[in-house]
């Protein structure tokens, strides 16, 4: 071997076990990952990498598990601060009665900027390196994500009534156009649009969001079918499932991603499946509000690509991303009567590669490939309440906790080693959260 046939790269990940996604339900063992840049440079076996390429540091992981960086599709990460707050309580009871009216006491850009860093904070810390925000102030949780190195989807809400944001869709409509020219093409921040909710969003304002995603091809997101009182309410106002309103507008196609769907019969499976739009699994948050159960597996089987998310922290009560994998994984075996439905493998599809496809960035993110995009963790295997490990995959989906994440790169920048956030100064963020919790706890007594 030769000098000139050796290849230097940056850095070198040898793993005990490494989870490509693709192929399916392969584990590999004894992989090197080696990055490059911003990109992957090749996954081989470890004696391969030796003879292959020269790198300025190694990393050794011998009793870890090194896959893609998990894909949290759908929260509202300003809400960590109101975690906690109104637990226990039906819907439109804990928006209407508790949540509206703190958000129009507290929300404001520092809100936003500490709320967003706090949740940043957990996701990262859980295993998580993109992630789907819509919340209020868009512009500030986009600063925020893109200063700390974090991939986003950031979609500005949209809503027929006033909000700390604006005073209604025209207002909404037309800085929600400035956010998406404003962050179009950047590498981390991914502007959407956010129409909160059929109930919320009316036709026209919903017919100038589509209008605005086919123009510049920014991604829709909305909650949908989320309870079965949507479900009626709009049959008795329209005649109409929220589906098909939406497919009548225009609003269902490759660029929507629609979240919760807990209450879906064959004819809204066969509007999603002809539009080709996405599902958001947030089956934590749909427990405990009792909003209902999402059919993964007849989604599934009807080639409709589910993606996952958290919720936010308000009503979830937390971001790991890991332990809503198991939730769904289980969830998804009694709602079809199936315990082979939704595997530990399809799971982790779901929060990776899904969660690309929903995003339309499958093509750089996902999945460990040569010259995709260097965003992957590695989880720590070795605590003995996980041992013996004879599927790494099953134990991140049924056994593992996220804050075994031991390190995460993002573009291939560390973000996690060693268990440690190298981006998020958390001693000064927890002051800062401290004093929130404070001025919120009075505000409730």
Request: hydrophobic share 45%; aromatic share 6%; charged share 20%.
């Amino acid at each position: 071997m030769t000098a000139d046939t050796i290849t230097a790269a940056d850095i070198r990940i040898n793993a005990r076990w490494l989870i490509p996604v693709t192929p399916e339900n392969t584990v590999l063992h004894h992989h090197a990952v080696i990055l490059q840049g911003d990109r992957i440079a090749a996954v081989v076996p470890q004696p391969e990498a030796d003879s292959r390429f020269r790198t300025r540091e190694t990393i050794d992981l011998n009793h870890h598990v090194v896959l893609p960086g998990l894909i949290n599709m759908h929260g509202h990460a300003a809400m960590s601060l109101f975690r906690g707050l109104a637990d226990d309580l039906p819907l439109m009871t804990w928006l209407n009665d508790h949540i509206w009216p703190a958000e129009g006491a507290f929300i404001s850009e520092s809100f936003i900027a500490d709320g967003t860093q706090l949740a940043m904070a957990e996701m990262l810390r859980t295993g998580t390196t993109t992630f789907s925000d819509m919340y209020f102030f868009p512009e500030i949780a986009a600063q925020v994500a893109h200063d700390a190195g974090m991939r986003a989807q950031i979609c500005f809400p949209l809503l027929d009534f006033p909000t700390p944001w604006g005073s209604g869709p025209d207002e909404y409509l037309h800085k929600g156009e400035s956010f998406i020219r404003a962050w179009q093409g950047n590498d981390y921040i991914m502007p959407a649009i956010g129409p909160h909710a059929p109930y919320t969003v009316s036709d026209g304002p919903m017919e100038r969001a589509v209008a605005l995603s086919a123009d510049t091809g920014a991604r829709l997101q909305i909650h949908l079918h989320e309870t079965a009182f949507e479900v009626a309410e709009a049959l008795e106002k329209s005649g109409q499932r929220p589906t098909a309103r939406l497919a009548g507008l225009g609003a269902l196609g490759a660029n929507t991603q629609c979240v919760h769907m807990t209450q879906i019969d064959g004819s809204d499976i066969d509007l999603l499946r002809e539009s080709g739009a996405h599902v958001i699994h947030c089956p934590e948050s749909n427990l405990k509000l009792a909003s209902g159960l999402c059919p993964v597996q007849q989604l599934t089987d009807a080639g409709i690509n589910v993606a996952i998310g958290t919720d936010g922290a308000a009503s979830n009560n937390d971001l790991d991303l890991f332990g809503e994998l198991s939730t769904a994984a289980m969830m998804a075996k009694v709602v079809a009567g199936d315990a082979a439905a939704l595997s530990a493998h399809q799971a982790i599809t779901m929060a990776t590669l899904n969660g690309a496809r929903a995003l339309g960035r499958d093509h750089e993110l996902g999945t460990l490939e040569a010259g995709k995009l260097a965003d992957l963790i590695a989880v720590d295997l070795s605590d003995p309440f996980l041992q013996p490990v004879y599927d790494p995959a099953s134990h991140l989906v049924y056994s593992n906790h996220g804050r075994q994440v031991s390190h995460s790169w993002i573009n291939g920048v560390p973000q996690i080693q060693d268990g440690r956030l190298t981006r998020i100064d958390v001693p000064d963020l927890m002051l800062r959260v401290q004093s929130w919790a404070e001025r919120i706890g009075k505000h409730r007594a």
